[in-house]
């Protein structure tokens, strides 16, 4: 998967070894990489860094991964959450996909398993920032579009004229 630069991923992970093991792997794969360990800075540095997707811990200072899944998404609704969780109950995964989540990963975690969501994750928040865009200007578009077709029959050519002789 060649980028031009770097693709910045949180990762959300109290414990700094499995931190560190994430880290170091998504780097070494072409992503750059940013750690917290407070949820307090899980939105402020996902927003300062620009960054598409999350990985957190489905317990991160006793906070619920799906209350910063809530927060995350009601910021930039394009960000790509993956939650990992270490003794997955179905009503939780259940909720979290429901809630928004882009992935739940079991812990301990395959690396490359992990590669693989995370690409898609990137993808999918690619794909999110283009609806995004298109929604938000259709209305624009729609309007430029009937300032530009009045007048015009349905080959295109102005009614009225004699471009039919």
Do not use: W
Request: some cysteine.
């Amino acid at each position: 998967m060649a980028r031009e630069k770097p693709v910045r991923i949180i990762i959300a992970e109290p414990d700094p070894s499995i931190a560190d093991t994430l880290k170091e792997f998504l780097e070494h794969i072409g992503y750059e990489a940013i750690t917290v360990d407070r949820r307090d800075d899980i939105v402020r540095v996902t927003v300062e860094q620009k960054c598409g997707v999350v990985i957190v811990d489905h317990l991160l200072n006793s906070a619920k991964a799906t209350e910063i899944l809530d927060e995350l998404l009601a910021v930039d609704s394009t960000i790509c959450v993956i939650i990992l969780i270490s003794c997955p109950l179905v009503e939780y995964v259940v909720g979290a996909f429901r809630k928004g989540a882009f992935d739940v990963v079991i812990k301990p975690v395959d690396l490359f398993e992990l590669d693989e969501i995370v690409h898609r994750a990137f993808e999918q928040h690619e794909t999110n920032k283009v609806r995004q865009f298109v929604t938000a200007n259709l209305e624009d578009f729609r309007e430029l579009m009937d300032r530009r077709t009045k007048g015009l029959d349905a080959h295109g050519n102005l009614v009225g004229s004699n471009s039919d002789k």
